[in-house]
């Protein structure tokens, strides 16, 4: 059974730092594509951050140079330094794998965990 249980959120005032934390067991993130959605109160999911099982990783332009995605494979955790926040990247924040799903490719649709809650101030 796959969880993915994420952490680090909390209240922060514009231009603080947050470092998320999403822990993993029923599957090995140094052999997947890892992921970091975030979705805002009455707006879609946002993919926010990606590695690859190779450690390669990308970016929207919204977060480029602010956020960086890593991994800790004897954790079996990945986590998002967030910097020089801004109001706008308040949001829940959720990790995922990248997989074949159903015909299409994108985040496992059962393995959403409860995210967490990252709350910017200005």
């Known amino acids: 059974q796959v969880q993915l249980v994420e952490s680090g959120g909390g209240l922060v005032q514009a231009g603080g730092s947050l470092r998320l934390s999403c822990a993993a067991s029923?599957?090995?993130?140094?052999?997947?594509?890892m992921t970091w959605y975030r979705q805002a109160p009455g707006k879609q999911r946002e993919l926010v951050a990606t590695?690859?099982?190779?450690?390669?990783?990308t970016y929207p332009d919204s977060v480029k140079g602010r956020f960086t995605i890593s991994r800790d494979d004897a954790k079996n955790t990945i986590y998002l330094q967030m910097n020089n926040l801004k109001p706008e990247d308040t949001a829940v924040y959720y990790c995922?794998?990248?997989?074949?799903?159903?015909?299409?490719?994108?985040?496992?649709?059962?393995?959403w965990g409860q995210g967490t809650q990252v709350t910017v101030s200005s």
């Open positions: 590695i690859t099982r190779g450690g390669g990783t």
């Open positions: 029923g599957i090995i993130v140094s052999i997947n594509t």
């Open positions: 995922n794998v990248l997989t074949l799903y159903g015909g299409r490719y994108g985040p496992h649709p059962n393995y």
